[in-house]
């Protein structure tokens, strides 16, 4: 494993082909969300909106790898019935399906059987993994990237089981 990450931007707008992002917490704790999670779960309300302030740092780095011919795809495993934060994050995520990307959802009954890595990642052009680590309330608490060509393998091979049994967001049901 590799210990000097480059910048993740950087590492999207390297992308020549693909771009795919397993997920499998069914609540993240990440400090810059905090807020926003906790307006949805008094009100109901999400930032829809991709050109505010909220979305700046994501959506303009989606619609120009995509616009390069990158695609990128989502996919998240998660326990049923879904936690708050799941709810949130599928009512916010018709924000990143609008800049670009494709974004399934599996139910964790139906992964029982996948071979799975251990932590979320990205698997950029299959052939350089960018693990992230997260503490056991959500919170970031690393990331490390590797090209070796089993760890390649064995993610691409879990990240693509996943998707073929995984539901498009339009069909998934919260």
Known sequence: MTQNVPDFSALLRGAQRTAVHLEMR????VADEAEEFE?????????????SDGWAGWVPLVRETVGRGVVIRRARIV???VTDYIRWEHALTQVNIAAGEQVRWLPRRLA???ALPGNDLWLIDDCLV??????G??????HEY????????????????????AVPHDRFAV
């Not at 069914?26 to 704790?29: I, K, N, P, S």
């Not at 960018?130 to 503490?135: E, I, Q």
């Not at 760890?151 to 049994?165: C, H, L």
């Open 26 to 29: 069914d609540a993240y704790g």
């Open 39 to 51: 307006e949805f779960r008094r009100s109901g309300k999400v930032d829809l909106d991709p050109e």
């Open 79 to 81: 326990s049923e019935p």
């Open 112 to 114: 029982s059987d996948i």
């Open 130 to 135: 960018l693990f992230h680590w997260f503490t």
């Open 137 to 142: 309330d959500g919170d970031w608490a690393g």
């Open 146 to 165: 590797t090209e070796d060509p089993a760890a390649v393998k064995m993610v691409s091979t879990a990240f693509e089981t996943v998707w073929e049994r």
